[in-house]
């Protein structure tokens, strides 16, 4: 038997992005719906942020001219945000007490923080001269009307979603949410909230994986369990390749009697790549079923969450026309322990990383790196990503971590 074909991580996500068909429907979403969504025109600002001249303290608006510290200035009117400074002039040698976001008054060039004042309830003297314009967000300091303020391709994250309400928008344009259909297999897969029979397990991977993909802003059908029958696999896929973007399955992906992911899928589509060099991870199936993708991920709870990070997030990205996959933050962090390995798959070892009092980064793997072991991932705050070819990690060693965002 010719030996499998394995991918590297690279190239597997090469080959992900250049298969993802790229986003054409779009609609307009309500900001509150929008999070995880990704914009499809680029946004421009209807207005200016702040839309006027607004103080950056509460304090008294001034004007400079030949202020000294000694002159006792008298207060003659107290501007509070929100109201209309339309009509309000300061004379010179007068100031106005002014509350943090207020309009400036015409006449007043900057603004002094009451700390830096002495001041009564009709006079203040003013102990440090500003600056002109200190304390002064100007119109459109932020932002300026006009400006293009979100890119198409960008992810929606609560930030963008702040930016947008603060152009006041409630609405934006983005790229219809991709349909998402997710199955577990196995004879001895049940829902968390049966009873398990002999030999049978709880489903832990479709929440998991739903999970993960929650925040991408997609439509995720949770579609059961399917026994280990290569017709009632054949008959779900079938259906679901009708109405799904990308299908995604976790188990039966591997080479026992009853892993019937690939054949099926060799039967009723194309199988691109099914093997990654990662661990875990490594049966990791892609390819196409009518006009949907497929992802089959290896069973192994922990191996469907690292795939589904590793290798379905950035091909959903792609698919949804994110401009750029964000790049995983992975730095350096002094190993606690020796790491004698078998090379040949790039690892992902959950792991505890942590910061010593002199400000050097540590990382300790977990003594249990088994597939099966999730709590690996719940005790784990980050990843040593191991190359794959290394054989030997020694104590001391700068190896490279992924801190753990989700
Ligand atoms: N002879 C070989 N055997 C295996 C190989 C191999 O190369 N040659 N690869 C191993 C690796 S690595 C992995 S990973 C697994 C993947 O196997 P499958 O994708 O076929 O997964 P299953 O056999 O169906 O399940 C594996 C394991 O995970 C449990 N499981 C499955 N689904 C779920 C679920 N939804 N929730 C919780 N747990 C689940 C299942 O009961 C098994 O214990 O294959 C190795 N074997
Ligand atoms: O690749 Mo498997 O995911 O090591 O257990």
């Known amino acids: 038997m010719a030996p499998p074909v394995w991918l590297s991580l690279d190239d597997a996500l090469n080959h992900l992005r250049s298969a993802a068909p790229r986003p054409t429907a779009t ?4 900001t509150e719906a929008a999070l995880g969504r990704v914009v499809s025109i680029d946004i421009v600002a209807p207005c200016n942020v ?4 607004v103080s950056a303290m509460d304090g008294f608006a001034i004007c400079l001219d030949n202020l000294t ?22 004379g010179k040698g007068e100031a106005a007490r002014i509350m943090t976001g207020a309009g400036i008054p015409s006449g007043a060039d900057a603004v002094v923080m009451q700390e830096n004042t002495t001041y009564d309830e009709d006079t203040v003297t003013v102990n440090q001269i500003p600056v002109h314009g200190e304390n002064i967000r100007p119109q459109g300091n932020d932002i300026c009307r006009d400006d293009i303020i979100i890119t198409r391709g960008t992810r929606l994250q609560a930030r963008h979603l702040m930016l947008l309400a603060s152009v006041g928008q409630t609405t934006c344009e983005v790229y219809s949410p991709l349909k998402i259909g997710l199955l577990a297999t196995g004879d001895e897969i049940k829902a968390p909230g049966t009873t398990l029979n002999p ?28 026994p280990d029958d290569a017709d009632a696999l054949q008959r779900c896929l079938q259906e679901a390749a009708e109405k ?41 199936a892609f390819g196409t079923l009518g006009k949907s993708l497929f992802c089959g991920l290896p069973g192994n709870p922990v191996s469907a969450y690292v795939t589904t ?66 709590t690996s991932v719940t005790k784990a705050n980050a990843y040593i990503v191991v190359p794959a070819h290394t054989k030997h990690l020694a104590t001391g060693e700068r190896v490279q971590v992924l801190p753990f965002t989700r």
């Open 199 to 226: 030999g049978q397990i709880f489903n832990a991977n479709s929440i998991g994986i739903a999970g993960l993909l929650a925040p991408l802003g997609v439509q995720v059908t949770d579609l059961g369990i399917c």
């Open 50 to 53: 702040p839309p006027l001249a």
């Open 27 to 30: 609609m307009l979403c309500n």
């Open 309 to 374: 990070e590793q290798l379905v997030i950035p091909l959903i990205a792609s698919m949804q026309g994110l401009a750029s996959s964000p790049t995983p933050v992975i730095g350096l962090a002094a190993l606690t322990t020796d790491i004698k390995r078998q090379p040949g798959r790039q690892e992902f070892m959950r792991a505890t990383l942590c910061v010593q009092p002199d400000g050097q980064w540590q990382v300790t793997p977990l003594a249990k790196q088994s597939s099966g072991v999730m």
């Open 69 to 90: 510290s000694e002159i006792a200035l008298p207060v003659t009117q107290t501007i509070l945000a929100g109201q209309d400074i339309s009509t309000i002039q300061l």
């Open 244 to 284: 799904f973007d990308l299908i995604i399955s976790s188990g039966g992906v591997s080479v026992g009697d009853a892993d019937h992911v690939k054949p099926v899928l060799d039967k009723l589509g194309q199988v691109d790549f099914w093997k990654v060099a990662i661990k875990p991870g490594k049966p990791f």
